[in-house]
């Protein structure tokens, strides 16, 4: 259950797990959920927790027919199952829609999408949801740095 | 001068109240054998390292390939007694009182850690439950991966509290729902919530198996 000062403790928690986004105009978009994850979110699904499925955790969604690696290839495979496409950067293009892909020491760890207005959003674990000016704003910390990016045709109007 | 008694293989009861939580870390322990504190040894023969606690309270111990260190608990004592021997040595002004156990004794001697473990009362398996669920949700906040999630200690640590947490984390579930699924598998030995697709549907399905049992339903 939400209440205000695990709010505030879990907005610490943010900062200080992403130092740079004290740093820029982030805004938080949503309350904190443990419904859906980072990766469900830059899949643009807000109902399942997505994560490598492991026989013994339950709940946790992952494309059909991939594996249960914690890997960047298998990350990129599942984004790959929803048309995305390795691509070469972050900037805003028309008709594209992007997503970033993090990784710490290797091991993915996160993921944010791009929206219309070339602004990332991230949900950030257990946490809330956020809008950040750039996808580097939730790297240098727990999440480690953005490993690739991935486009594909826009699918909004 | 002092005196020593050997208690052997026997087992002092109160050994165990001389563990504390709060006592503090090793390195910050005075090295002197004050009278009234506690020295510990850990390990096996001469290889083994001691300290003195000079508040009486706490021990620490150390050992060739693993330095088993400072105990925060009873649970850390029971899981490293797995592996070693240990001793410890009760220093008072006029005499000592050395206690040498093996590993095998302490494994098997349930009135030594179970004392405090292995037989808690339903308001300490709750207080427990209580107090690792906080510190395991706030660890997790920013995670995403689902096994670094289950393998925190503290995580463990409320698996390690048996049948009798399930009830606990039921109530958890129905407050909100969260990655309970692998504690409860593993406890209960069957996953209640296999297929789920969601969080939320494996938290109904576990609900709904565990009315069942109770009547509820």
């Known amino acids: 259950?939400?209440?205000?000062?695990?709010?505030?403790?879990?907005?610490?928690?943010?900062?200080?797990?992403?130092?740079?986004?004290?740093?820029?105009?982030?805004?938080?978009?949503?309350?904190?959920?443990?419904?859906?994850?980072?990766?469900?979110?830059?899949?643009?699904?807000?109902?399942?927790?997505?994560?490598?499925?492991?026989?013994?955790?339950?709940?946790?969604?992952?494309?059909?027919?991939?594996?249960?690696?914690?890997?960047?290839?298998?990350?990129?495979?599942?984004y790959e199952t929803l048309g995305y496409r390795?691509?070469?950067?972050?900037?805003?293009?028309?008709?594209l829609e992007k997503v970033a892909v993090y990784a710490l020491n290797g091991t993915p760890t996160h993921a944010a999408r791009q929206l219309a207005s070339g602004r990332w959003t991230s949900k950030c674990g257990e946490s809330f949801d956020i809008e950040h000016p750039l996808a580097e704003d939730v790297g240098g910390g727990v999440y480690g740095e953005v490993a690739f990016y991935m486009s594909r045709p826009s699918t909004s109007a | 001068m002092s005196d020593t008694i050997d208690l052997g293989d026997e087992f002092d009861a109160d050994?165990?109240?001389?563990?504390?939580?709060?006592?503090?870390a090793p390195d910050a322990w005075?090295?002197?054998?004050?009278?009234?504190?506690?020295?510990?040894?850990?390990?096996?023969?001469?290889?083994?390292?001691?300290?003195v606690n000079p508040s009486g309270k706490g021990i620490v111990?150390?050992?060739?390939?693993?330095?088993?260190?400072?105990?925060?608990?009873?649970?850390?004592?029971?899981?490293?007694?797995?592996?070693?021997?240990?001793?410890?040595?009760?220093r008072f002004p006029r005499f000592t009182v050395k206690e040498r156990v093996g590993a095998t004794k302490i494994y098997n001697e349930k009135r030594v850690v179970g004392a405090g473990v292995l037989q808690m009362s339903a308001s300490e398996v709750r207080e427990t439950f209580d107090h690792n669920r906080m510190i395991w949700q706030l660890k997790c906040e920013l995670l995403s991966s689902l096994t670094e999630i289950v393998f925190m200690p503290e995580y463990q640590?409320?698996?390690?509290?048996?049948?009798?947490?399930?009830?606990?984390?039921i109530e958890s579930l129905r407050e909100e729902v969260d990655h309970w699924f692998w504690a409860l598998t593993s406890i209960v030995g069957?996953?209640?919530?296999?297929?789920?697709?969601?969080?939320?549907?494996?938290?109904?399905?576990?609900?709904a198996w565990y009315d069942a049992l109770m009547g509820d339903e």
């Not at chain 1, 499925?53 to 027919?65: K, N």
């Not at chain 1, 390795?86 to 008709?95: A, Q, S, T, V």
């Not at chain 2, 069957?190 to 609900?207: L, N, S, V």
Request: charged share 20%.
């Open chain 2, 61 to 90: 111990g150390g050992t060739k390939s693993a330095i088993v260190g400072y105990f925060q608990s009873a649970q850390d004592l029971y899981a490293a007694a797995d592996f070693y021997a240990w001793g410890i040595d009760h």
């Open chain 1, 86 to 95: 390795r691509c070469h950067g972050p900037e805003l293009e028309d008709g």
């Open chain 1, 1 to 78: 259950m939400s209440s205000p000062q695990l709010d505030a403790l879990a907005l610490q928690y943010l900062e200080q797990g992403c130092p740079r986004l004290p740093q820029s105009t982030y805004r938080q978009t949503s309350p904190r959920t443990k419904r859906y994850n980072c990766i469900a979110w830059a899949a643009g699904d807000s109902t399942r927790w997505w994560w490598p499925p492991h026989p013994l955790v339950g709940g946790s969604h992952w494309p059909d027919g991939l594996p249960g690696d914690v890997t960047l290839e298998n990350f990129e495979r599942a």
């Open chain 2, 30 to 51: 005075d090295s002197a054998n004050a009278p009234g504190s506690i020295k510990a040894k850990f390990g096996w023969d001469d290889d083994y390292v001691e300290r």
């Open chain 2, 15 to 24: 050994w165990i109240g001389l563990i504390d939580e709060g006592a503090p």
């Open chain 2, 190 to 207: 069957y996953d209640h919530g296999a297929g789920a697709e969601t969080m939320q549907e494996a938290a109904e399905r576990w609900i």
């Open chain 2, 157 to 169: 640590r409320i698996i390690g509290l048996g049948p009798q947490v399930v009830p606990l984390i």
